[in-house]
């Protein structure tokens, strides 16, 4: 009974020193936290922390706070061409060139919904020249609207010449002509599927037209395009790809179309007077093609090919004497299937292009880099030109060489990072023409080719 009237007289004593002890500790608390804030305001403001971004895509991508970016691209490729033309009549023609195919510098970025891409350079030692040269707007609902210098139909002609299979397109790539021009394109991409129309005029680079069949015409040329891609199958290791395109286009006042292809090179003369060995000559005043394609990719296997009917619709005798006739159409076509035994696999995309490969074990991480197998068989049969009643037939140039064009190429791609490749291809091909007089320019081509390819 007294201890505990003893413990309750001591208990009061204990919570007052408890709460003193506390108060104590608040103080000093107090102090050190002036203290600190003291310090602070005497030192100067530290400068805000950038938010500029880099992210290295083989050369360096720029992100600001706002998330537009900028990034330099560019590539080199060097060529060694060795040509080897046997002909039924007329002399034989050698030749070996070593020269840049392409020395590009260009830039791209975004703003907001916008963006830019601007890429060109001297080709095959000629003059400068630009390629892509896009302005882009992206609406909210995904539909691309792009005007400027650009492509828009053809499942290789959309690859690009840094990550196609052969270094050339060939004969099918020659006689479309689908390559760059200025247009203006709309673009809608789905989960596997595409769809874009593009109205189209001349290259960039073309100076000012001049009037062709008659001086006082000086129209440029004018079209317009539409492709559509459908995958029925699309996983990262299985592709079905199937698209379609159909282009129109007027030659305008300019000078006629002109369908002509070589042997799987950009080495464009195969006689010594610097012509090719299959043209129908400046004839076309407007034309329609129509185009299928389809390709099968199962992990580090893939075939493709495509074929085309162009329609053409020739110019006049009035026009042009030599160069006027009936309409006629051309077929052409490829097909061709390439094999990575290292194990790489061709990236497809829903906008139905494929792209650039991922090297599984490059170099410098103590692989032996992608190797890549490839063949293609070329076909094109321009033999449907007839002459006209007008001029004789020694006179009516294009005639000697409308003829078919069957050839083989064998390629072999080693990339040793993803920015480096090497190439070697080889084309044999025949060439069939028909007998003007005691002209006959048959011809058997050997092409031996090598690139050095670096890209960024």
Do not use: C
């Not at 539909?143 to 400027?148: C, H, M, N, P, Q």
């Amino acid at each position: 009974m007294l201890a505990s009237v003893a413990a309750a007289q001591e208990a009061p004593s204990s919570d007052a020193a408890s709460l003193e002890e506390l108060k104590a500790q608040i103080k000093v608390m107090q102090e050190r936290l002036q203290s600190l804030e003291t310090k602070a305001a005497a030192k100067p403001a530290a400068a805000p922390a950038t938010a500029t971004q880099i992210k290295w895509e083989g050369s360096p991508r720029f992100t600001d706070a706002s998330g537009a970016t900028f990034k330099l691209r560019g590539r080199v490729m060097v060529d060694g061409v060795n040509v080897n033309v046997d002909r039924d009549t007329g002399a034989s023609y050698k030749a070996r060139q070593y020269r840049a195919r392409q020395v590009f510098l260009g830039a791209e970025g975004t703003f907001g919904q916008w963006a830019y891409r601007i890429e060109g350079g001297a080709a095959n030692g000629g003059a400068w020249g630009w390629d892509d040269a896009v302005i882009e707007y992206k609406t909210k609902n995904g539909v691309l609207l792009t005007v400027g210098n650009q492509k828009t139909a053809g499942l290789e002609n959309l690859t690009s010449i840094k990550t196609m299979t052969f270094m050339e397109r060939g004969p099918f790539g020659d006689l479309n002509d689908n390559g760059f021009v200025l247009a203006a394109q709309v673009t809608k991409i789905g989960k596997n599927w595409s769809l874009r129309g593009a109205l189209q005029g001349d290259s960039i680079n073309k100076a000012d037209v001049s009037g062709g069949y008659d001086a006082n015409n000086a129209k440029e040329r004018s079209g317009f395009a539409v492709r559509g891609s459908w995958a029925p199958v699309m996983t990262p290791t299985d592709t079905i790809h199937l698209g379609a395109s159909m282009r129109y286009r007027d030659s305008g006042g300019e000078t006629g179309f002109t369908y002509s292809a070589t042997a799987n090179t950009a080495y464009k003369p195969q006689t010594s007077a610097g012509g090719v060995l299959l043209s129908t000559g400046a004839v076309g005043k407007s034309d329609t093609t129509v185009a299928a394609e389809a390709a099968w990719a199962h992990k580090n296997v893939s075939v493709q090919g495509e074929v085309a009917r162009i329609k053409v619709n020739r110019v006049t005798t009035t026009q042009s004497a030599a160069n006027g006739g009936p309409d006629f159409n051309i077929v052409t076509g490829y097909a061709s299937a390439s094999w990575f035994p290292t194990g790489e696999t061709r990236p497809y995309s829903a906008g139905g292009q494929f792209g650039k490969i991922k090297i599984l074990h490059p170099i410098d991480k103590g692989g032996m880099g992608a190797f890549e197998l490839a063949g293609r068989y070329d076909y094109a049969d321009l033999t449907k030109m007839s002459p006209n009643a007008v001029t004789a037939l020694a006179s009516q140039p294009g005639l000697a060489t409308a003829g078919t064009y069957k050839g083989l190429t064998a390629g072999v791609n080693w990339y040793p990072y993803n920015n480096v490749r090497f190439m070697a291809n080889v084309t044999k091909a025949k060439v069939n023409n028909r007998r003007i007089g005691t002209v006959e320019n048959d011809a058997d081509v050997t092409v031996v080719q090598a690139r050095m390819q670096i890209e960024f």
